[in-house]
């Protein structure tokens, strides 16, 4: 009897062997011989005990083919994966006699149709992955009805219209529902609420429509939402109290304030509601979320409360255990300070405040961050100084205060930034010199002072040896090696005597074809326009002779534009 089940077996799996056109790697030519049993066959997993195949696994090998009705005949397989392959067509209703199923992976083929009801009848199914292939039309009103055993359904990247069913619920044991990236539309049903074992549910790029969060309140444990790029409106108040641990909802359109009693998810870890359209202020509720580790509302159009001159957001989130990240860049927060306090936050990793339109001085209690790699200041009305302290900050890996009103000198103690990899302090008013011991900062990669007021020699050694003149352009007397296109300190000295300022203008004598020249060329051909190639001085300047490095005789002059 058993010779005969696997005799029937084999010719089912000849039967796809059959229907596969391509196999690219020769497994099923060259291993799946009719003279040897099924059993050993690469893909092929069977029970001894009662010599019948179990488990079909030809995942991630190259196939192209169709799935032929007879693999009804597989009726004691267990696990069903044929993922990552090229198989095309629909899916055959014969599949529908697999009633021992409980793991099915179709995911990643080109297989088409619309989703067959007769899945519904796959009783003890615990996993089905449908995802990536060209399924379309409406979800099966019957998907779930006798589906109780069904833990992972993934139904993602593929061309679904229609409502999300209600029917769903029925699926009572459901922890993962992945829909995204469809042409689902209409609301979000409130059944989906009854699904009280899920963990994560994904709706992101669709056509959705409606009030979000509603159906949040009766699901107890869920752990991870993504509905980006729909059209929903306000997130509704949250009365209750569920378990929630993330809550994701970037790249959406959602409008409207974030609801305060979001706080109620007491733990929350996760919240994140970047680019969207929320206004209103920033809950100082979140400061009650204990355990709250990442808060992400980049780019929407929060304000703080007038009511406030701190941020007091910031002063709310110090009673949280161990925030990770914080970032409210792009939002207009109606200016306001960093309140002193924010240094208490010692476990914060990054922090993001860009275009928020900040005013004051940045608090030396910055210091605080003693765990941080990222600050990110840059795009807002920051003055003063930059504080000392900020070098014990060294474990800080990106830093950006550009775009601001800083005054006064880059402090020395920079140079105990040890870790710092990008350092950017452009277009602000600070003065003075570029610290020597910033040649320390050896991983130092990137590095902008430009539009500035500071003067001096740029320091070699160290970091500096990779940059070019970019980041050193218009600041005062800023002077350095020939590569960094400022002119040497002693230039300066020489021309600016009578503290009378000179305007530095190139002419030269060239065949129109050649083009532009770089003030760097002119730099190292002149040998910083040193006295030993003057070559005539006038009233109104002075002339340096060169040569290029293509061997080009070039002649400088340097006019004198205050005379």
């Not at 960094?484 to 129109?512: D, E, H, M, T, W």
Request: charged fraction near 15%; glycine fraction near 8%.
């Amino acid at each position: 009897m058993a010779a005969a089940n696997l005799i029937t077996e084999k010719s089912a799996l000849v039967a796809f062997k059959n229907h596969i056109v391509s196999d690219p790697h020769l497994i099923v030519a060259k291993n799946w011989s009719i003279s040897s049993s099924v059993c050993d066959w690469i893909g092929v997993t069977c029970d001894f005990n009662n010599q019948r195949v179990v488990a079909l696994n030809i995942s991630n090998m190259g196939f192209a083919g169709t799935i032929p009705p007879q693999l009804r005949n597989l009726s004691f397989l267990v696990s069903l994966d044929m993922s990552n392959n090229n198989f095309h067509g629909h899916l055959s209703e014969g599949m529908s006699h697999l009633r021992r199923l409980s793991f099915m992976a179709l995911s990643n083929n080109h297989l088409t149709g619309e989703i067959p009801s007769w899945l519904g009848v796959l009783e003890r199914l615990q996993y089905l992955s449908l995802t990536e292939n060209n399924f379309f039309g409406h979800l099966p009103a019957n998907i779930c009805d006798s589906l109780p055993n069904l833990k992972e359904l993934y139904l993602s990247m593929n061309q679904l219209s229609g409502q999300i069913l209600s029917g769903l619920s029925n699926c009572s044991g459901l922890k993962s529902l992945y829909l995204s990236s469809n042409q689902f539309d209409g609301y979000i049903p409130k059944a989906v609420g009854n699904l009280k074992m899920l963990e994560e549910l994904h709706l992101d790029y669709n056509k959705l429509e409606g009030y979000f969060l509603g159906f949040l309140l009766f699901i107890q444990f869920h752990i991870y939402i993504l509905i980006g790029d729909n059209i929903i409106g306000n997130i509704i108040q949250m009365r209750k109290k569920p378990k929630n641990e993330n809550m994701h909802e970037n790249v959406n359109n959602f409008t409207g304030a974030i609801a305060v009693s979001i706080p109620n998810c007491s733990k929350l870890t996760f919240i994140s509601h970047g680019y969207n359209k929320f206004c209103g202020g920033i809950p100082i509720s979140f400061g009650k979320l204990r355990h709250l580790e990442f808060l992400e509302l980049i780019d929407n159009n929060l304000t703080s409360e007038s009511s406030f001159p701190d941020l007091s957001l910031f002063i709310s989130l110090a009673g949280c255990i161990s925030p990770g990240k914080i970032s409210v860049s792009g939002n207009p927060l109606n200016g306001g300070n960093i309140p002193w306090s924010i240094g208490n936050l010692s476990n914060l990793i990054v922090l993001s405040l860009q275009g928020n339109h900040l005013t004051g001085f940045i608090p030396y209690t910055m210091n605080g961050f003693t765990s941080c790699k990222g600050c990110y200041l840059s795009m807002n009305h920051f003055s003063g100084d930059i504080a000392s302290t900020i070098g014990s900050l060294q474990y800080l890996m990106y830093l950006s205060l550009a775009n601001n009103s800083l005054q006064g000198a880059i402090p020395s103690t920079v140079g105990n930034m040890l870790s710092l990899e990008t350092f950017n302090l452009s277009h602000n008013n600070l003065s003075g010199l570029i610290p020597k011991s910033m040649t320390a900062l050896r991983h130092l990669k990137y590095f902008k002072v430009s539009f500035n007021d500071l003067r001096g020699e740029i320091p070699t050694g160290g970091p500096s040896e990779n940059f070019t003149h970019e980041p050193f352009l218009f600041n005062k007397d800023l002077s350095g090696l020939f590569r960094f296109c400022c002119p040497p300190a002693k230039l300066f000295q020489r021309i600016n005597q009578g503290k009378s300022r000179c305007f530095y203008l190139c002419l030269f004598f060239l065949v129109r074809a050649h083009g532009r020249i770089p003030y760097c060329d002119f730099m190292q051909a002149t040998n910083g326009y040193h006295e030993s190639n003057l070559i005539g001085m006038g009233s109104f300047g002075t002339v340096y002779k060169g040569k290029l490095d293509n061997g080009m005789l070039v002649a400088v002059k340097v006019f004198n534009l205050q005379i």
